[in-house]
């Protein structure tokens, strides 16, 4: 009798339990591929977060000074929160009169309008003309920017700064430097369940917004340094400013090859130092 | 029976299993291979403010006097920073600025590697 072609029973199950096992280990091969991407697309997405986090802080602060005349850049500092005078825009003058500092339309430098009651000015007062050692940047409030011109001779366009507790006109000389400031804060800001390297604008009136992040509970802090390496309370003696940046993944993920232990946030710091540029000379 | 039996011989099994390992392994090595790109990179933006920190630090060494630079520490020295870098820096020169050189010295798989960074400090 001539065999019946087909599988007997015995071999269909043979074959069936062979593919089994080789679909549950191309399977478990497969999903602890994606926990393994997921895990360093994670690691790497932080990484980028906790290096923009500090240069965001070094770029910010690097520019600012202390003991200038003027005052102080720094307002109030702790170790998790910062608030200072952050320049916004230089431009020159082309005019005092009563109320009033004239700036030439054309050059301003700075990357948006300057606005009143959020920006404040300061201003290069010359005093006496024969000597350095008078000269100064005075502090003054905006209160209100209209279109104008500059005085006479000049007539270029103008625009015309209000402020309060202006210098004689004599004492300033044409074209003297403007810098536009605000009052920013940097602290750390909770939303959505996780903790951002936050940042404000104080004389805007704005709240604290996530810049960078997430960062761990406690995640940023700041160390006041003076200018030999220790650490300070006093403002005056501020002269280097030490950033810790503590960063979080947004989700827990597997660690290390993405096959053991629990599941968890991967963690990650870095650490810079930035010394105020603007500093006067003992 | 007429002519062979249908069905693979071992020798094409084995084939098809080393082409199979073959491709398992370049994935797993891929992975290994983004791990390893992702400690560099890390590395890299730890030692770039290690460096940028020193160059702070040895800036305000530098302010510390007036006319600047005559600070007597602010002159080449060695110090270990957090895991295990090694940084290395010399300041020479005179009159209006000072050239810095900081080396980094990270250890790593294949022995330690080296960063260099230089900069200027203006001492006027």
């Not at chain 1, 997430?214 to 280097?240: C, H, K, M, Q, W």
């Amino acid at each position: 009798m001539r065999r019946r072609a087909g599988f007997t029973l015995v071999e269909l199950l043979m074959g069936l339990i062979i593919m089994g096992i080789v679909a549950a280990a191309l399977t478990k091969v497969f999903l602890s591929q994606q926990r393994l991407t997921v895990t360093q697309v994670e690691q790497a997405s932080m990484q980028a977060n906790v290096r923009t986090g500090t240069l965001i802080l070094a770029n910010e602060l690097r520019e600012i000074g202390n003991n200038v005349t003027g005052g102080n850049d720094i307002k109030t500092f702790t170790s998790t929160s910062l608030t200072y005078r952050a320049m916004r825009s230089v431009a020159l003058a082309c005019g005092i009169t009563s109320g009033g500092v004239r700036i030439r339309q054309n050059p301003i430098y700075g990357a948006r309008p300057i606005t009143a009651g959020r920006d404040s000015m300061l201003l290069f007062v010359e005093h006496g003309l024969g000597t350095t050692g008078d000269d100064e940047w005075v502090r003054l409030p905006i209160t209100g920017i209209t279109v104008s011109t500059c005085l006479t001779p000049d007539s270029a366009p103008a625009y015309r700064l209000a402020t309060s507790g202006l210098p004689a006109a004599s004492e300033v000389r044409l074209d003297a430097p403007v810098r536009t400031y605000e009052i920013m804060q940097v602290a750390p800001v909770v939303q959505g369940g996780h903790n951002w390297l936050g940042a404000r604008s104080v004389s805007g009136g704005e709240a604290l917004t996530p810049v960078a992040g997430p960062i761990t509970v406690a995640g940023l802090s700041f160390s006041y340094l003076d200018e030999n390496g220790n650490s300070t309370g006093t403002r005056s003696n501020i002269r280097s400013i030490r950033i810790v940046l503590r960063g979080q993944t947004d989700w827990n993920v597997r660690p290390g090859n993405g096959l053991v232990g629990p599941s968890q946030p991967l963690l990650d710091s870095l650490v810079t130092t930035v010394t105020l540029r603007n500093m006067r000379l003992p | 029976m007429t002519g062979s039996t249908r069905g693979f011989t071992l020798a094409e099994v084995l084939v098809a299993v080393l082409i199979l390992s073959v491709g398992l392994l370049a994935i797993a090595a891929s992975s290994g291979s983004v791990y390893r790109m992702l400690g560099y990179g890390r590395l890299s933006t730890e030692v770039a403010h290690v460096a940028s920190s020193r160059l702070e630090i040895l800036r305000r060494e530098a302010n510390k006097t007036s006319p600047r630079c005559q600070s007597a520490g602010l002159v080449s020295g060695i110090d270990t920073a957090d895991n295990n870098l090694v940084e290395r820096w010399t300041v020479s020169g005179t009159g209006p600025s000072r050239s810095i050189v900081v080396v980094i010295t990270t250890p790593t798989g294949h022995g330690p590697a080296s960063d260099t960074i230089l900069s200027t400090l203006d001492c006027r």
